[in-house]
């Protein structure tokens, strides 16, 4: 808890104050030595602040850019199948799956639209499906899409809660398709009743270690591209944990008291984890197990 | 609506609907800015351009979830410092010192001379030394100039620990820039 007011400190130090409510705050700050402190420290940083030049993309980088936008694209649309390893969620299989639902058939004019080797012409002349039926398509393609023979028991269940999931929800939105979609394109493990001793061994598994990490596919947490990853932010808030740095693990799919539930971990191998349990057809709250 | 979020609210329906070149040209409005938050969050034009490229394919994949309760430029940043913040996790588990932007030759000085000189950092070291959401938060409201509501709903906090950060930041900012005034002390909050 400060002593001083920052709101003035911060007021007076951008110059929004009017000249005599400045005079006057500044009389006030000078008699308060930690205060003027703060007030000194605040123009100091402002001033560096403004005299920074803003960095610059140049020709070159710019066409890098824009060439390697094209390119990853490339290769992450074809690449549909799912790769799990150990419990990690797959995001490539999560982004492919959403990126099938904005319009495959989107790509590949925009790969020749980004492509500065050529070929601009045949762009504007590109047909693309429209969003809903790039998503009627990629639900289809997602359900006929086969399972790994030592994954269909997971891909089974993963299907039963996406099923209950379209069931369930009488008009799903486009978002509401797109978490659906790229829940049921990804076989996620199932973990059976997850029961007060199962959530506590769940807490207590390993996952994101380092190991893994150092992949592409595993390192990147988009919180948002997981199922209920809206509302995972509340749970990063009430399991003291960052979202803003902690990572978080769709561990798999379980019932509780049975009603199908998500299984989210948060936290990595180098502290404690907490598990989370939301429902996938509204994304509600059923238990937390908080990090210790 | 600013003329500019107007025009981004069309180019996203107009991209969604299936008009390509929409998305380059929300690109082309968007990619300085996103390359200037990147660079200054991660002080390293590699990994800057690496984050900017996986925001813009981030926004390709999921532009169908755009909602357009905020504007199409809250929801692209958000997904730049989001990138950039899982782009430092990266940094943090492998290590490495950055190049500055623009390094100088190697001062013979010896260390006497080196204490005996004031050692002003660049304004890109020092925000390096920043905590990321302080950096964040800093980047946005002072580099970028972006009003804090609309930092806050970057960032995903209320606009009363945006202001907090900016405050916090600007003050770690001056004592790693190492201008503060000899008699001046600052005193330390315990909340982060």
Redesign the interface.
């Known amino acids: 808890?400060?002593?001083f007011d920052?709101?003035l400190?911060?007021a007076l130090?951008e110059g929004r104050l009017p000249p005599d409510e400045a005079a006057a705050a500044e009389a006030r700050i000078a008699a308060d030595?930690?205060a003027?402190?703060?007030l000194?420290?605040?123009r100091?940083?402002?001033a560096?602040?403004a005299?920074?030049t803003?960095?610059?993309?140049d020709d070159l980088?710019?066409r890098?850019?824009?060439a390697?936008?094209a390119a990853?694209?490339d290769v992450?649309l074809p690449a549909a199948a799912p790769s799990r390893r150990r419990f990690t969620f797959n995001w490539a299989a999560i982004?492919t799956a959403?990126?099938v639902?904005?319009?495959v058939v989107?790509v590949a004019?925009?790969l020749s639209?980004?492509n500065t080797s050529g070929g601009d012409d045949t762009?504007?002349q590109?047909?693309?499906?429209?969003?809903q039926e790039?998503?009627e398509s990629d639900l289809l393609f997602s359900a006929s899409e086969p399972a790994a023979a030592d994954e269909g028991e997971a891909e089974s269940a993963a299907t039963t809660v996406v099923a209950d999931a379209l069931s369930a929800a009488e008009a799903p939105t486009?978002?509401d398709r797109?978490l659906i979609t790229a829940f049921a394109a990804q076989p996620l493990p199932e973990l059976g009743e997850l029961t007060e001793e199962a959530l506590v061994a769940l807490s207590a598994a390993r996952f994101q270690d380092?190991g893994l990490?150092e992949t592409e596919e595993t390192?990147?947490?988009?919180?948002?591209?997981l199922p209920c990853g809206e509302r995972l932010?509340e749970d990063f808030a009430s399991t003291g944990f960052?979202?803003?740095?902690d990572?978080v693990t769709l561990a798999g799919t379980g019932t509780r008291d049975g009603e199908r539930v998500l299984a989210f971990v948060l936290g990595g191998p180098d502290a404690a984890q907490a598990v989370v349990l939301r429902s996938p057809v509204t994304c509600d709250l059923v238990a937390t197990i908080p990090a210790r | 609506m600013t003329s500019r979020a107007a025009q981004d609210e069309e180019l996203v329906r107009r991209f969604?609907?299936?008009?390509?070149?929409a998305?380059?040209e929300l690109?082309a409005a968007h990619?300085?800015r996103v390359?200037?938050i990147c660079?200054?969050m991660l002080r390293d034009?590699e990994a800057?351009?690496d984050a900017?490229?996986?925001t813009?394919?981030?926004v390709?994949?999921?532009?169908?979830?755009f909602?357009g309760r905020s504007a199409f430029s809250t929801w692209l940043y958000r997904v730049a410092v989001?990138t950039c913040?899982?782009s430092?996790?990266?940094q943090r588990?492998r290590p490495t010192v950055p190049l500055p932007?623009h390094s100088d030759p190697a001062d013979s000085a010896g260390e006497d001379d080196f204490r005996s000189v004031e050692v002003r950092p660049d304004?890109?070291a020092?925000l390096a030394e920043l905590p990321?959401?302080f950096r964040a938060a800093?980047v946005l409201a002072?580099?970028e100039d972006l009003p804090l509501q609309e930092v806050g709903d970057i960032l995903?906090v209320p606009v009363g620990t945006v202001?907090?950060r900016?405050?916090r930041?600007?003050?770690l900012?001056?004592?790693a820039?190492g201008?503060?005034?000899g008699?001046?002390?600052?005193?330390r909050?315990e909340t982060t």
């Open positions: 808890m400060t002593a920052e709101e400190i911060a130090a030595p930690a003027s402190a703060e000194e420290a605040q100091i940083a402002l560096a602040l005299a920074a803003p960095p610059m993309l980088e710019r890098r850019l824009r390697s936008v990853q694209l992450v982004a959403a990126a639902l904005v319009g989107l004019p925009l639209l980004l762009l504007s590109a047909q693309a499906p429209t969003t790039a998503g486009a978002e797109t380092d990490a390192d990147k947490v988009d919180v948002e591209a932010a960052d979202i803003a740095t990572p | 969604v609907a299936g008009d390509t070149d998305f380059t690109m990619e300085d390359f200037a660079m200054r034009r800057a351009l900017v490229q996986d813009f394919i981030a390709f994949r999921k532009a169908g979830r909602s989001n913040y899982d430092l996790r990266r588990r932007e304004i890109a020092a990321a959401e800093v002072d580099l995903g202001k907090s900016v405050f930041g600007r003050r900012l001056a004592e820039l201008n503060l005034s008699g001046a002390r600052l005193p909050d």
